[in-house]
């Protein structure tokens, strides 16, 4: 257990300050179904906002993740999540030098050429500083210096406990998403993110998986800068994305191919994921390519999982109802009725159909917000009416990528023969191929083999 994860006064006091306001919301709440009373789910969301308060968190990482889950949480719900960190400010100062001390020692500075007081980017669960590397291997190198904020092991705790106390409230009168399953790999991913280490061994991975993508960039840690909770690698220089907005169509479609070859690549050839394309995770280079930033939530999945993913997609297109059946299974869904598959189709079928044709698109087509959110409203609907289902923790992040890697494409007005870029990928898919890779690349990067 790390010196943080102990700190027992510390997550006390976070259970109390969050768990005493969100304690009276949820008796208020069940008292008021209980009186037949209607919740207006508008008002509720802000009620919770200000029961959470402004806390720095994973919060904001939860809202990322269950926007792209089809009603997994009501909107106003997710909207409100993503507000209670949307203006969470940086760290000052005598946070960082404390912070940097308690790392690298009292003569951290000495390691350094320069180190910028403000904070380049600040994120959920901890701030970026730039950097010159001093003396030694590497020396005059442009750095980032990611810092995690005090006590997070305690704060993710706390959190993921108000999480579970939110999906209990909004189950008692929603059973469409039995979120049992999410939540857990919520927690998993949440927990492995406070491993500044781990993600370090992640951007090795990603590094040996995209070796030979020239339209991807990976950061190298600086292991002598590095702890459990500071995390040093080579500063990327790029611009953010949505930038690229005016800019000309050949180039905005260069970005996407990039983006798109960055996500899936490792996934089709070694069951790898990067499982947040959060638009701050990313930014793009003179010549297009991008650079990839973050590595916290990355998940490995079985090769039978990757096959089943491929499976689907020619179900779907040979409406094959006994080898989509057979896909859903592999990925885990129970309780298959064939109403059931019917309402999982129709999702299904919204994430797949840019690959569906072989022909230049845009994303517009058929995967544009208002049509999302339609699909998404009829999903659930529908699930509601036959009781409901329980997604298994591997749909989260696939749903999550599939999602988020559409939202960047309609940002960027992309338009580009998405079915080909696809069969690229999986032309010869072996599934042994893909498990030796998986092994091979894990052992590369220092990680244990997936479980399973």
Not at 73 to 78: D, H, M
Not at 130 to 141: K, W
Not at 419 to 438: C, P
């Amino acid at each position: 257990m790390s010196r943080e994860s102990d700190s027992m006064p510390r997550r006390i006091r976070r259970y109390a300050q969050v768990g005493a306001a969100m304690g009276g919301l949820a008796a208020r709440y069940a008292g008021n179904r209980i009186q037949g009373v209607t919740i207006d789910d508008d008002r509720f969301a802000g009620e919770l906002t200000a029961a959470l308060g402004h806390l720095k968190g994973p919060l904001m990482k939860v809202a990322q993740l269950m926007a792209t889950v089809p009603d997994a949480l009501p909107e106003a719900y997710v909207r409100q999540l993503v507000r209670l960190q949307a203006d969470a400010p940086a760290m000052g100062w005598p946070f960082v030098k404390r912070r940097m001390a308690t790392e690298l020692g009292p003569r951290w500075r000495r390691k350094f050429r320069s180190f910028e007081r403000v904070a380049a980017a600040a994120a959920s669960l901890g701030q970026v500083h730039r950097a010159v590397a001093g003396d030694g291997p590497g020396e005059g190198r442009t750095l980032a210096c990611k810092l995690q904020y005090p006590d997070m092991a305690s704060v993710v705790e706390a959190d993921l406990k108000q999480l579970r106390v939110v999906f209990a409230i909004y189950r008692r009168y929603d059973r469409a998403i039995d979120p049992t399953e999410i939540y857990g790999e919520i927690k998993a991913r949440l927990r492995e993110e406070l491993d500044y280490r781990r993600e370090a061994r992640h951007m090795a991975l990603f590094a040996h998986l995209l070796a030979n993508e020239a339209g991807v960039h990976v950061p190298a840690a600086v292991a002598a800068l590095s702890t459990d909770r500071l995390l040093t690698m080579n500063w990327l220089e790029g611009r953010r994305i949505l930038s690229l907005r005016d800019d000309p169509p050949g180039d905005r479609n260069r970005v996407a191919r990039n983006m798109f070859r960055a996500w899936y690549v490792p996934f089709y050839t070694a069951g790898v994921i990067h499982g947040d394309p959060h638009l701050g995770n990313y930014t793009v280079r003179d010549d297009f390519s991008i650079n990839l930033l973050d590595f916290g939530c990355i998940r490995v999945f079985p090769p039978d999982f990757v096959k089943a993913v491929i499976d689907l997609y020619f179900a779907l297109r040979n409406d094959d109802r006994d080898q989509a059946v057979e896909a859903y299974r592999t990925w885990g869904f129970e309780h298959l009725t064939n109403e059931v598959i019917e309402v999982l189709n129709i999702w299904a079928r919204f994430v797949y159909s840019p690959l569906m044709e072989d022909r230049e698109r845009p994303m517009e087509d058929t995967n544009s917000v208002a049509y999302g959110a339609e699909t998404a409203a009829r999903v659930h609907r529908e699930l509601r009416r036959l009781g409901g289902i329980r997604p298994p923790p591997e749909f989260l992040l696939m749903d999550r990528c599939a999602i988020g890697l559409g939202s960047v494409f309609l940002h960027l007005g992309a338009e580009i023969n998405w079915y080909r870029l696809f069969h690229e990928l999986i032309e010869g898919f072996d599934v042994a191929t893909i498990g030796e890779r998986q092994h091979a690349a894990l052992r590369h990067a220092g990680l244990a083999d997936p479980e399973g």
